[in-house]
């Protein structure tokens, strides 16, 4: 079974990106984030017609939205709030015997004091309610499949420059601390990291402000796969799709693979 992670940064804009990117890499499920349409508009019909007929939607006007496709069929949807808001960032469903979780983490704005920033509060308080949740309803022997946006990089390497980034918000200690607390919950494996060295340079978003990307490569791994233990072993491939960025009209953000047995 292979399981697609995309922040696609609106899923009318990018339906073209989203067809070519399923025909390329044949996904049983995809799971989007930040697809910025009400659930009226969602192009059911385009996802259908890719081999995605099974759809859970939670999405909003211009901001934010979350969307699990699927091929196969999806049971126990749940369109989740979080830290008291249901602002279209968490849904989950189960899916072959998986109980698979899409999350679209506040980015937390520009300021990393929550303080002055509502924003970084919010990112806080979500993070927070993670913590304070995924025990009540997960175990560490359930098979669990967490994925999207976390707007977090986590490790040294995660980032250009480690020394620079630190105050700069999605790579300060406050929010890599809180992630890793999240990760505690359910002994959550983290993907990317199972198959690349910690010590190797990982990125999966580089901003638009870059005249050249690529060149600059000033990236960052804010978009992230975590299954928990029993799926481990099941782990046989990952990719992130770096030449998906340099597509016509692209996401900041690349898409995230994983394969399991």
């Known amino acids: 079974m292979r399981i697609l992670t995309w922040n696609i940064n609106s899923v009318r804009l990018r339906i073209g990106l989203l067809e070519r990117l399923v025909a390329e890499q044949s996904p049983d499920i995809v799971c989007l984030q930040e697809t910025k349409v009400d659930d009226g508009q969602f192009p059911r019909e385009a996802v259908a017609a890719m081999g995605l007929p099974n759809q859970a939607i939670h999405g909003q006007k211009s901001y934010n939205g979350v969307a699990i496709l699927s091929r196969l069929p999806l049971e126990d949807v749940r369109l989740l709030p979080r830290a008291e808001r249901l602002d279209c960032r968490h849904l989950a469903a189960r899916v072959a015997?998986?109980?698979?979780?899409?999350?679209y983490i506040p980015s937390g704005g520009d300021v990393p004091d929550p303080a002055v920033n509502d924003k970084f509060a919010h990112k806080l308080a979500f993070l927070d309610d993670l913590i304070d949740w995924l025990p009540t309803v997960g175990a560490v022997d359930q098979p669990m499949l967490m994925c999207g946006d976390f707007n977090i990089a986590p490790m040294e390497h995660d980032v250009w420059s480690h020394k620079q980034l630190l105050?700069?918000?999605?790579?300060?200690?406050?929010?890599?601390?809180?992630?890793a607390r999240v990760q505690a919950t359910l002994d959550w494996v983290d993907v990317s990291r199972h198959f690349v060295p910690a010590q190797e340079k990982l990125y999966s978003w580089w901003s638009y402000r870059a005249k050249d990307w690529s060149a600059a490569d000033r990236g960052r791994r804010l978009d992230h796969i975590w299954v928990t233990p029993p799926l481990a072993p099941r782990l046989t491939h990952h990719a992130i799709l770096r030449d998906v960025r340099g597509w016509s009209q692209a996401s900041d953000h690349v898409p995230v693979v994983v394969d399991l047995a």
């Open 167 to 179: 105050d700069v918000v999605s790579h300060t200690p406050v929010e890599v601390d809180r992630l």
């Open 97 to 103: 015997g998986i109980d698979l979780h899409c999350l």
